[in-house]
């Protein structure tokens, strides 16, 4: 079936150190989405892609989505505590319905 | 209201039991959406509407569960007869649709524990 994939699952970085999470459908998006969720609450929406190669920008988190509208990442540039979290990557399948990856789960290391 | 609320916010059933979770969605938002989120997973699509009409149920795990959106507002997911595996948290969520597609704005969620 159509599924958003991601990966990795989780991530332990140092306080400084960059992180990146990649998402991957098996299917063409016509946009892709990407939300944060914080420990024992619930996603929140960071921002949203749409165009082919389309790069944004948010502070220290840079967002892209590929050529061919089936891939994404997220990379946090010089992590802080308060990025902590889990993001999830999601995207519109067949009639809207929007569909979440698993998740990578970042844990920073003071 | 200002946010997507939910109720309640914590509910424990024993198997067997019905229960009923609400979402009262951000004012205006036409779509609507229900997700179940096992610990440590993402979110899983249950159904969604566009207003009063429900337009996808294929995440729906069985026939015991149940939703509605009669007014094209307020909705209510009904489990039957709730089993363990129905343990999770019940994420609703809206959307004010533009020409990009959906953004969600989730509620708190509804964390069902079945003894």
């Known amino acids: 079936g159509q599924q958003v994939m991601q990966i990795p699952q989780y991530q332990h970085v140092q306080e400084g150190e960059d992180f990146t999470t990649y998402c991957n459908s098996s299917t063409t998006l016509s946009n892709i989405q990407w939300y944060k969720q914080r420990p024992g609450g619930h996603p929140v929406f960071l921002i949203q892609l749409v165009k082919s190669g389309e790069v944004k920008k948010q502070k220290r988190l840079t967002f892209q989505f590929g050529e061919a509208k089936k891939n994404s990442s997220l990379h946090i540039t010089a992590t802080q505590t308060t990025d902590v979290g889990t993001y999830f990557c999601a995207g519109p399948l067949r009639d809207d319905k929007i569909i979440f990856g698993k998740g990578t789960r970042l844990h920073i290391l003071p | 209201g200002a946010g997507v609320s939910q109720s309640p916010r914590y509910k424990v059933a024993k198997r067997g039991q019905d229960v009923a979770l609400r979402c009262d969605p951000i004012s205006g938002h036409v779509s609507l959406f229900w997700y179940q989120q096992a610990l440590g997973q993402g979110p899983e699509f249950l159904t969604y509407?566009?207003?009063?009409?429900?337009?996808?149920k294929s995440g729906l795990p069985s026939d015991r569960f149940f939703a509605e959106r009669p007014e094209g507002s307020v909705s209510t997911l009904k489990i039957q007869r709730t089993q363990q595996e129905d343990s999770a948290v019940y994420l609703c969520?809206?959307?004010?649709?533009?020409?990009?597609?959906?953004?969600?704005?989730f509620g708190s969620g509804t964390q069902l524990s079945v003894l």
């Open positions: 509407f566009q207003n009063e009409a429900q337009l996808d």
């Open positions: 969520a809206s959307s004010l649709k533009d020409r990009f597609g959906e953004k969600l704005f």
